[in-house]
């Protein structure tokens, strides 16, 4: 086991450089140079301008650049941004857990619905409950969710106003953010009613966020459902007079679940992707918005770091499901 | 002497074997349905649209559609905020849509396929090289990665296809190579080696017709995930620049009036989720068609 987490790390390796050369050189590719974009509209004489490019160390051979990039990021100094002057890092650790937050609640929703959803189709074949299901989960997983989130608002926070329509909890509380979780801290704080602001704040976002997932799970466990209920051991488990209850959730869901955690796990890239848009339409202060809000400013070291930092993300959990697969799969052993 | 008759039973062609499994899925054939009506009307949007798209008319402003009380039959969806049909540019933004799946499909499976065919038969430090480059466009969420390089390149949506594209191609290489090294140590392959075929015509002519099945279904896939990619990055003020009647820039330009005019933002959206839908129920029925796993008798 030791030997492929070791295996998996140095395939990292080479993938973490590419995607940090990748990062790098984007930037260049900009028409005008680093400097000329921080100025911006300012004249700036071609003697100043041979200054900055000297004292940002921009004269330089460009793999020297590279290097010293490398070696920055290396030591987590991922660029700071031209417009708060802020460091990369600092921006990205403070909104990451927003992120955190309604990714964690979407994959929960989507988990929670998803594999019932998908079991009870698959046990069900071909009756109109399989249809009505697996209809549904196409609806979904066809579902433009920038849409979709536009529609929630209309309804419900614009024709029953029962849910707000931005930002994560209503402005009316205030306390010291512990762990950057919202549903935490509003329960750290002790304010009656915190909490249920940061619930209703949340419902919308984690709803839209979810639909694809969701579609993808129920869809992934009635396959993986169909396959093993056509088992010689399910047919075994049954007639050995097991009742259904039995043979479906313990005999053939623990089979089928192995192909849907691969997929859950797979969700990661799909949810980040989906958090730029979701976060984007209720102003939640995530790295998804933050990304979508530098590219918009033209912060590209923002964007370069926030790249980077991302990447990374996803393959450090890409990783952890390989892992875990190889725990839950005991056919497969490395 | 009598005359026997013989009956000879033809085998049925590859086009009816495939419809008799297509068309016994049912939403496939209602997805083939929507998805030609769709491109009928798109095709013949000159025709077929009751205004110009792009035709402001001061006297309609945000008209309600013609089943609202204030609505007007000669604008069935009723009139955005400055008075253009929305039907209208619904049946243009088709063209834009189903345009943009065309190239974005069409660069991603050439490219793809080609890279893939490099790397599954050639294997080795080739097959590596591929692997990790293609690795490394996976570890960004497509979406963002999507986004960033319409940023460098300049929005519109020209290049919002090329960045779509770029994010889609991984899928076909990876698709491609796996197909290509079951294919390749297969005993047609190797009496067709043996009997002097060369490289290209191996790669081509030999390898690649039989490894289609697969592609094509990721391809009808990636058809409708590039019509959800192009509008979101419109959405997001990225891919088509205002006027152009595309779907996800009419939502963008339509979210300031959510809570006045519902029907600005429901009928784009649901035009995009129609057309997607219509496409993903095709593929599934392309799936259970060629498969040859899921083909019974």
């Known amino acids: 086991m030791l030997r492929f987490i070791f295996g998996r790390l140095a395939v990292l390796i080479p993938t973490f450089i590419g995607v940090s050369i990748i990062a790098f050189s984007f930037i260049r590719l900009l028409p005008g140079d680093p400097v000329m974009l921080m100025s911006g509209e300012r004249v700036m004489s071609p003697e100043r301008h041979a200054q900055l490019m000297a004292d940002l160390g921009l004269d330089r051979p460009i793999y020297i650049q590279y290097f010293d990039y490398l070696l920055n990021l290396l030591q987590g100094d991922f660029g700071s941004s031209i417009v708060t002057k802020r460091a990369v890092l600092t921006d990205f650790l403070q909104l990451f857990p927003a992120t955190i937050e309604l990714s964690l609640c979407a994959i929960i929703l989507a988990v929670c619905l998803g594999v019932p959803a998908g079991v009870l189709a698959a046990v069900k074949r071909g009756t109109w409950l399989d249809q009505t299901l697996m209809g549904t989960a196409l609806v979904g997983y066809s579902m433009p969710i920038f849409w979709w989130g536009l529609l929630l608002v209309i309804f419900f926070s614009g024709y029953l106003g029962w849910t707000p329509v931005s930002g994560r909890i209503s402005l009316m509380y205030f306390f010291p953010q512990v762990t950057g979780f919202m549903l935490i801290d509003s329960l750290i704080s002790g304010q009656a009613g915190a909490f249920k602001s940061a619930v209703t704040y949340l419902i919308l976002p984690t709803i839209v966020l979810a639909t694809i997932p969701l579609a993808v799970i129920a869809r992934q466990t009635r396959s993986a459902m169909l396959e093993v209920l056509g088992e010689d051991y399910v047919r075994t488990a049954r007639s050995k007079g097991l009742s259904p209850f039995r043979v479906i959730g313990i005999h053939a869901l623990r089979n089928a679940l192995i192909p849907v955690v691969t997929t859950i796990g797979l969700q990661v890239g799909v949810l980040l992707a989906g958090a730029i848009l979701t976060e984007t339409i209720f102003s939640w202060p995530g790295i998804g918005k933050w990304m979508v809000d530098s590219v918009f400013k033209r912060d590209y070291q923002v964007v370069q770091g926030g790249l980077m930092l991302i990447a990374a993300v996803i393959m450090v959990v890409n990783l952890i499901v390989d892992v875990l697969y190889g725990f839950i799969n005991p056919r497969i052993r490395y | ?297």
């Open chain 2, 1 to 297: 002497m009598t005359v026997v008759e013989l009956k000879t039973i033809t085998p049925p062609t590859g086009l009816a074997e495939f419809w008799f499994y297509f068309s016994r899925n049912k939403g496939a054939v209602i997805g083939l349905a929507v998805f030609l009506i769709i491109l009928f009307l798109a095709v013949s949007a000159m025709f077929a649209a009751p205004h110009s798209p792009s035709i402001q008319n001061r006297e309609v402003l945000l008209l309600p559609p013609a089943w609202v009380e204030g609505g007007r039959f000669t604008y069935f969806l009723g009139t955005d905020a400055v008075g253009r049909d929305i039907l209208s540019r619904l049946i243009y933004g088709a063209r834009f849509s189903l345009f943009i799946g065309v190239v974005v499909v069409s660069l991603s499976v050439v490219s793809g396929v080609l890279v893939g065919l490099i790397a599954g038969y050639f294997r080795g430090r080739t097959d590596t090289i591929i692997m990790r480059v293609m690795d490394i466009i996976l570890a960004f969420p497509s979406l963002l990665l999507a986004l960033v390089l319409v940023a460098v390149l300049g929005p519109g949506l020209l290049n919002a296809m090329i960045a779509i594209s770029l994010v889609n191609l991984p899928h076909f290489v990876r698709l491609t190579r796996a197909a290509v090294m079951t294919e390749r140590t297969k005993d047609y392959v190797i009496a067709s080696k043996v009997a002097g075929a060369g490289t290209l015509r191996l790669m081509f002519l030999t390898i690649l017709p039989n490894c289609l099945a697969p592609l094509i279904v990721q391809a009808t896939l990636a058809f409708s995930a590039a019509i959800l990619d192009a509008a979101a990055l419109g959405f997001l003020g990225m891919g088509a620049q205002p006027p152009t009647p595309e779907w996800g820039t009419m939502l963008a330009e339509a979210r300031e009036f959510i809570q006045r005019a519902w029907w600005v933002v429901t009928f784009p959206g649901l035009a995009i989720l129609i057309t997607v839908l219509a496409i993903n129920l095709m593929g599934d029925g392309l799936r259970d068609a060629l498969d040859p796993k899921l083909k019974r008798s």
